[in-house]
């Protein structure tokens, strides 16, 4: 790996992979260091397949996938050591507590104790999990749940934080709650790639944008980007996304380069 | 078709739900394999009829005058089935309770769910009574053959037998609710099962241990100290007994007082069932007590994580606990007849070799599903930064290192009585608990570690893999414990099924 810090957190190249149809189809997607990046698609356009290939949850049939410069194909221990995952369904123990579940998350990688236990009380305070620290989870709400998890993505400080629909099954308040924590996240250098179906949220908090539709990235760039490839003048990003989502392919070669 | 919300609708929903979730379960959800079945049933049917005929043909009075003998062994036999039947009985009372399914569109809908219940308790009895059947019907078809059309009343015994296992089951499912609240009744209630279930076939076993020195056999209730005992043909207690062979006074007396139970039961108790559900789901919506000390953060390999993490699940859940160690009920015995053998200085010990062989690799096989088919977090191992041969090793040593803690004293206590049959049973134990785990890795499925006792039905090669597997080891273990060298013969079949086993696996078509 070079020393000089890549300019990209995420490079992927002619990714694809195929179920009973192809579900990626020779993907192109980059995400810039300290960026957040929103994934936006109808149902089925292959963006979960796309980041659980990135996460090394999924073997691609083809393509490059880079971390922050590590090959993830050919190094994937080392590209999972600074990326975290955070699907919408929450990922934990109902047997365990919230600290016990960020303890053994620091486990798995490798964190020093003393630093976890400073980080996880730091994060558990940061999302509103304190009168939970110590309870099981089993009882925990689906807000709180995704928030633990989500604790746990953070815990071991990643450069790299994938999100597939964090927001789903969230109450208002909790949202902004994980919205002002990844926000945080990206200003201190993290980058966030994020799938979701809630525009307003990707309006609000993404620095760029990809659409893909159909396993390919159908259009991509800041908003008023999205809406110029659309020919949406200053319509909503609802518009703009239905707009361009219609044009389907046509779109893949406005793509800016 | 009947009229919606009537019992004949719900019944007829039933059967559509269960037929269908039967076929599925019997052909994997794969139509092709509907001919298999029916020829692997036929070939079944065929090879049971034949061994129940084997068992039968040498008796000599099949003709329908029961002497006491013979009552006395027809009562033993209606108790083991009954036993099975009240356990199973407490299963599906219980689960009905817990699973959630279509409860809630039943509960909230304008139709009165004191039906559904009613419908459902029936179906108890059909399901109990069907897969009593299963072994039972050919003995009867058997009895039927060699001594007349008299036996023919073994299935309405069987019948009355479901009935009232389903009556009391529902009676003591309900009470047991009431004194002890949902949250502890599920786990009380699988216990009381398992034990209702083991605890006369553990009887009789105890019973023969004391007569013979040795373990199993029905044949205690042929002892004629037993049948001095009993009393005189003309009890009561005999019903049971005569209906089997044919009378009709006493079938109809026995069919009479199930009905009548069955249909109490129902009565009183299928309009509180929507009650008694709604009340279950408080068990999983209620908050834990936080810990009284707060977690510690530990300096940990990730292997090391890993293993905590199972054994800490493990040990907080009651209920999957006792799943897991039930399958040790079984052991009850072999420590009897281990404290027995030290007190007579007999040399029974080697018998116990085979025991723990086939217990390690029961429990062997449960602790893996858990461990690798029932990861909660599938996402979070396979995103960390461990390679997937660490992630396997580390389960492999939290599921070793659980039969050891298992198994460890029972082989340390051996090696103190018979140092050979031990060492035999120490590498019996980890070869056979070796194999199911490998089976188990070999054959994972991801699913919920609730469906802990529906595991079996993930992959029908992989449960007769670990079953012969561990059966397999114990028949090894049992020749070497006598230092014959036929001990090769069984080894070289389970190697042979274990190898079969991986190459047919979905883990060797991945890594071809």
Redesign the interface.
């Given at each position: 790996m070079n020393d000089a810090l890549p300019s990209l957190a995420l490079e992927v190249r002619g990714l694809a992979k195929r179920f009973d149809r192809p579900a990626v189809d020779g993907l192109d997607l980059s995400v810039r260091v300290g960026e957040f990046y929103t994934l936006l698609g109808p149902n089925g356009a292959g963006k979960t397949t796309t980041l659980r290939m990135v996460?090394?949850?999924l073997k691609p049939d083809h393509g490059s996938i880079a971390v922050y410069g590590i090959d993830a194909l050919a190094d994937p221990?080392?590209a999972?050591?600074i990326?975290?995952?955070v699907?919408d369904e929450p990922?934990?123990?109902?047997?365990?507590?919230p600290?016990?579940y960020?303890?053994?998350?620091?486990?798995?990688?490798?964190v020093?104790?003393?630093l976890?236990?400073a980080r996880?009380r730091e994060l558990v305070t940061w999302l509103g999990l304190d009168p939970y620290?110590?309870?099981?989870c089993?009882?925990?709400s689906k807000g709180t749940r995704q928030k633990v998890a989500l604790a746990?993505a953070l815990v071991h400080a990643p450069k790299l934080i994938i999100l597939d629909e964090p927001f789903t099954g969230l109450d208002a308040g909790s949202a902004r709650v994980v919205k002002g924590v990844l926000r945080d996240k990206v200003e201190a250098g993290c980058s966030v790639i994020m799938t979701t179906h809630i525009l307003e949220v990707a309006e609000r908090m993404a620095d760029r944008i990809g659409v893909m539709a159909d396993g390919k990235l159908i259009a991509e760039g800041t908003l008023d980007e999205l809406r110029h490839q659309a020919g949406s003048g200053h319509a909503t990003l609802e518009d703009t996304f239905l707009a361009l989502v219609a044009q389907g392919n046509v779109a893949q070669d406005t793509i800016p380069a | 078709m009947s009229r919606p919300g009537t019992i004949a609708w719900f019944a007829q929903h039933e059967a559509r739900l269960a037929w269908r979730d039967w076929v599925s379960l019997m052909t994997a959800g794969r139509r092709r394999r509907a001919r298999t079945v029916v020829l692997g049933f036929i070939a079944f049917a065929l090879g049971v009829h034949g061994f129940a005929y084997l068992v039968l043909a040498p008796s000599a009075n099949l003709s329908g005058v029961a002497d006491a003998h013979a009552l006395v062994v027809i009562t033993g036999t209606l108790v083991l089935a009954w036993s099975m039947m009240l356990s199973q009985a407490m299963e599906s009372v219980t689960r009905a309770f817990y699973a959630r399914g279509d409860l809630d569109l039943i509960l909230t809908s304008p139709t009165m769910a004191s039906r559904l219940f009613a419908v459902r308790i029936a179906a108890m009895v059909v399901t109990i009574l069907c897969v009593a059947l299963v072994l039972g019907a050919p003995f009867i078809n058997v009895l039927v053959w060699l001594g007349g059309a008299h036996w023919f009343g073994a299935y309405a015994v069987a019948l009355a037998l479901a009935m009232d296992a389903v009556a009391i089951a529902v009676v003591l499912a309900v009470a047991l609710f009431r004194a002890i609240g949902p949250r502890r009744t599920r786990v009380i209630a699988q216990i009381v099962a398992a034990v209702i279930g083991a605890a006369f076939a553990i009887g009789v076993q105890f019973a023969a241990i004391l007569a013979f020195g040795t373990i199993p056999r029905m044949a205690v209730l042929q002892l004629a100290s037993l049948v001095n005992l009993a009393p005189d043909g003309g009890s009561p207690i005999w019903w049971p007994a005569r209906a089997v062979v044919g009378d009709p006074a006493a079938l109809a007396i026995l069919l009479g007082v199930s009905i009548v139970a069955l249909a109490i039961a129902i009565y009183l108790f299928a309009p509180r069932f929507g009650q008694l559900v709604l009340a279950t789901t408080s068990v999983?919506?209620?908050?834990?007590?936080?810990?009284r000390r707060?977690?510690?953060?530990?300096?940990?390999?990730?292997a090391?994580?890993?293993r905590?993490?199972e054994w800490?699940?493990l040990l907080?859940?009651p209920w999957l606990m006792s799943q897991t160690l039930m399958q040790l009920l079984y052991l009850l015995p072999p420590i009897f007849l281990l404290w027995r053998s030290f007190y007579a200085g007999g040399g029974a010990a080697a018998l116990l070799v085979p025991i723990l062989i086939v217990a390690s690799g029961q429990l062997g096989g449960g602790l893996a599903w858990l461990a690798v088919s029932g990861e909660?977090?599938?996402?979070?191992?396979?995103?960390?930064?461990?390679?997937p041969g660490r992630v396997l090793r580390a389960k492999t040593e939290a599921v070793l290192g659980g039969i050891a803690i298992v198994f460890g004293p029972f082989v340390a206590v051996l090696a103190v009585a018979a140092p050979f049959a031990a060492l035999i049973a120490f590498g019996g134990v980890a070869i056979a608990a070796g194999s199911a785990t490998a089976i188990q890795f070999w054959f994972r499925t991801q699913a919920r570690r609730g469906l802990f006792r529906r595991r079996q039905t993930s992959s029908r090669v992989a449960t007769f893999a670990e079953a012969l597997s561990s059966i397999g080891w114990a028949g090894t273990g049992a020749f070497a414990a006598t230092g014959t060298w036929l001990a090769v013969i069984p080894g070289l079949f389970v190697v042979a099924i274990v190898t079969g086993a991986w190459m047919i696996s979905p883990a060797r078509r991945a890594t071809a």
């Amino acid at each position: 790996m070079n020393d000089a810090l890549p300019s990209l957190a995420l490079e992927v190249r002619g990714l694809a992979k195929r179920f009973d149809r192809p579900a990626v189809d020779g993907l192109d997607l980059s995400v810039r260091v300290g960026e957040f990046y929103t994934l936006l698609g109808p149902n089925g356009a292959g963006k979960t397949t796309t980041l659980r290939m990135v996460t090394g949850l999924l073997k691609p049939d083809h393509g490059s996938i880079a971390v922050y410069g590590i090959d993830a194909l050919a190094d994937p221990i080392g590209a999972k050591r600074i990326m975290a995952w955070v699907s919408d369904e929450p990922m934990i123990y109902d047997k365990l507590t919230p600290m016990e579940y960020l303890d053994f998350v620091a486990g798995l990688w490798a964190v020093d104790s003393s630093l976890a236990a400073a980080r996880a009380r730091e994060l558990v305070t940061w999302l509103g999990l304190d009168p939970y620290a110590e309870q099981r989870c089993e009882g925990l709400s689906k807000g709180t749940r995704q928030k633990v998890a989500l604790a746990g993505a953070l815990v071991h400080a990643p450069k790299l934080i994938i999100l597939d629909e964090p927001f789903t099954g969230l109450d208002a308040g909790s949202a902004r709650v994980v919205k002002g924590v990844l926000r945080d996240k990206v200003e201190a250098g993290c980058s966030v790639i994020m799938t979701t179906h809630i525009l307003e949220v990707a309006e609000r908090m993404a620095d760029r944008i990809g659409v893909m539709a159909d396993g390919k990235l159908i259009a991509e760039g800041t908003l008023d980007e999205l809406r110029h490839q659309a020919g949406s003048g200053h319509a909503t990003l609802e518009d703009t996304f239905l707009a361009l989502v219609a044009q389907g392919n046509v779109a893949q070669d406005t793509i800016p380069a | 078709m009947s009229r919606p919300g009537t019992i004949a609708w719900f019944a007829q929903h039933e059967a559509r739900l269960a037929w269908r979730d039967w076929v599925s379960l019997m052909t994997a959800g794969r139509r092709r394999r509907a001919r298999t079945v029916v020829l692997g049933f036929i070939a079944f049917a065929l090879g049971v009829h034949g061994f129940a005929y084997l068992v039968l043909a040498p008796s000599a009075n099949l003709s329908g005058v029961a002497d006491a003998h013979a009552l006395v062994v027809i009562t033993g036999t209606l108790v083991l089935a009954w036993s099975m039947m009240l356990s199973q009985a407490m299963e599906s009372v219980t689960r009905a309770f817990y699973a959630r399914g279509d409860l809630d569109l039943i509960l909230t809908s304008p139709t009165m769910a004191s039906r559904l219940f009613a419908v459902r308790i029936a179906a108890m009895v059909v399901t109990i009574l069907c897969v009593a059947l299963v072994l039972g019907a050919p003995f009867i078809n058997v009895l039927v053959w060699l001594g007349g059309a008299h036996w023919f009343g073994a299935y309405a015994v069987a019948l009355a037998l479901a009935m009232d296992a389903v009556a009391i089951a529902v009676v003591l499912a309900v009470a047991l609710f009431r004194a002890i609240g949902p949250r502890r009744t599920r786990v009380i209630a699988q216990i009381v099962a398992a034990v209702i279930g083991a605890a006369f076939a553990i009887g009789v076993q105890f019973a023969a241990i004391l007569a013979f020195g040795t373990i199993p056999r029905m044949a205690v209730l042929q002892l004629a100290s037993l049948v001095n005992l009993a009393p005189d043909g003309g009890s009561p207690i005999w019903w049971p007994a005569r209906a089997v062979v044919g009378d009709p006074a006493a079938l109809a007396i026995l069919l009479g007082v199930s009905i009548v139970a069955l249909a109490i039961a129902i009565y009183l108790f299928a309009p509180r069932f929507g009650q008694l559900v709604l009340a279950t789901t408080s068990v999983s919506r209620a908050t834990s007590r936080p810990r009284r000390r707060p977690a510690r953060f530990h300096n940990a390999t990730p292997a090391q994580a890993l293993r905590r993490k199972e054994w800490t699940l493990l040990l907080r859940d009651p209920w999957l606990m006792s799943q897991t160690l039930m399958q040790l009920l079984y052991l009850l015995p072999p420590i009897f007849l281990l404290w027995r053998s030290f007190y007579a200085g007999g040399g029974a010990a080697a018998l116990l070799v085979p025991i723990l062989i086939v217990a390690s690799g029961q429990l062997g096989g449960g602790l893996a599903w858990l461990a690798v088919s029932g990861e909660d977090a599938p996402d979070l191992i396979a995103s960390a930064p461990v390679p997937p041969g660490r992630v396997l090793r580390a389960k492999t040593e939290a599921v070793l290192g659980g039969i050891a803690i298992v198994f460890g004293p029972f082989v340390a206590v051996l090696a103190v009585a018979a140092p050979f049959a031990a060492l035999i049973a120490f590498g019996g134990v980890a070869i056979a608990a070796g194999s199911a785990t490998a089976i188990q890795f070999w054959f994972r499925t991801q699913a919920r570690r609730g469906l802990f006792r529906r595991r079996q039905t993930s992959s029908r090669v992989a449960t007769f893999a670990e079953a012969l597997s561990s059966i397999g080891w114990a028949g090894t273990g049992a020749f070497a414990a006598t230092g014959t060298w036929l001990a090769v013969i069984p080894g070289l079949f389970v190697v042979a099924i274990v190898t079969g086993a991986w190459m047919i696996s979905p883990a060797r078509r991945a890594t071809a």
